[in-house]
C-alpha cells in the first residue's frame, strides 16, 4: 500500500531529523551559553546567532541524512532548496529566540533552550517534510509494500 509507504518513509525521516536535531541542539547550546555568559550577549541575540550557525548544519545534514532518500538535487536547484530551508530555519529563529528569552528569564539555559526547541522543531519538520524536502511521486512508486 501507498500509505503504508509513506508511514514509513515518514516514521525514517521522523528519527533520522531527532539524531539530526540533538547535534544541533547541541551545538546551539554550546554557543549559546557562550556568548550568553562569557560575552555577555542578551539572550535573544546569542540564541539568534547560535541557532543560525546550528542551522548551516542542519541543512548539510538534513540533504544528506534526514531527507537523503529524497529526490537527490545539484546546482540551482540545490541552491533553491538551501534558499527554502533558510527561510523555514528563519522563521523558526525567531520563534525559537522568543520562546527562549521569554523562558530563560525564569529558568535555567537548558531548560530555556529545549522549550524553544520544541516550538521550533515542529514548525521545522513539518515545513521541511511537506515543502523542502518535498517527495517526489516517483519515491512512492518506487517499492510495494504489502501488509500482511
Same mark, same amino acid.
Given at each position: 500500500?501507498v500509505?503504508?509507504?509513506?508511514?514509513?518513509?515518514?516514521?525514517?525521516r521522523? *528519527?533520522?531529523?531527532?539524531?539530526?536535531?540533538?547535534?544541533? +541542539?547541541?551545538?546551539?547550546? #554550546?554557543?549559546?551559553?557562550?556568548?550568553y555568559?562569557? /560575552?555577555? #550577549?542578551?539572550?535573544f541575540?546569542? &540564541?539568534v546567532?547560535?541557532? !543560525?550557525?546550528?542551522?548551516?548544519? $542542519?541543512f +548539510?545534514?538534513?540533504n544528506? /541524512?534526514?531527507?537523503? &532518500?529524497?529526490?537527490? *538535487?545539484?546546482?540551482?536547484?540545490?541552491?533553491?532548496?538551501?534558499?527554502? %530551508?533558510?527561510? *523555514?530555519?528563519? +522563521?523558526?529563529?525567531?520563534m525559537?529566540a522568543?520562546?527562549?528569552?521569554l523562558?530563560?528569564?525564569?529558568?535555567? !539555559?537548558?531548560a530555556?533552550i529545549?522549550?524553544?526547541? *520544541?516550538?521550533?522543531?515542529?514548525?521545522t %519538520? #513539518?515545513? $521541511?517534510?511537506?515543502?523542502?524536502?518535498?517527495?517526489?511521486?516517483?519515491?512512492?512508486n518506487?517499492?510495494?509494500v504489502?501488509?500482511?
Amino acid at each position: 500500500m501507498v500509505t503504508t509507504l509513506i508511514a514509513r518513509i515518514v516514521a525514517i525521516r521522523l *528519527v533520522r531529523f531527532a539524531i539530526v536535531g540533538l547535534l544541533c +541542539l547541541s551545538l546551539q547550546y #554550546l554557543i549559546v551559553e557562550v556568548l550568553y555568559t562569557q /560575552f555577555s #550577549l542578551g539572550a535573544f541575540v546569542a &540564541d539568534v546567532i547560535g541557532f !543560525g550557525v546550528s542551522a548551516q548544519l $542542519n541543512f +548539510l545534514l538534513s540533504n544528506q /541524512f534526514s531527507w537523503g &532518500d529524497a529526490e537527490r *538535487v545539484s546546482g540551482s536547484a540545490l541552491f533553491h532548496r538551501w534558499l527554502n %530551508f533558510l527561510g *523555514v530555519a528563519a +522563521l523558526a529563529t525567531l520563534m525559537n529566540a522568543g520562546v527562549y528569552a521569554l523562558v530563560r528569564r525564569h529558568t535555567d !539555559g537548558l531548560a530555556a533552550i529545549v522549550c524553544a526547541a *520544541v516550538v521550533s522543531t515542529i514548525w521545522t %519538520f #513539518l515545513l $521541511n517534510h511537506y515543502f523542502v524536502f518535498q517527495p517526489t511521486q516517483g519515491e512512492f512508486n518506487s517499492e510495494q509494500v504489502t501488509t500482511e
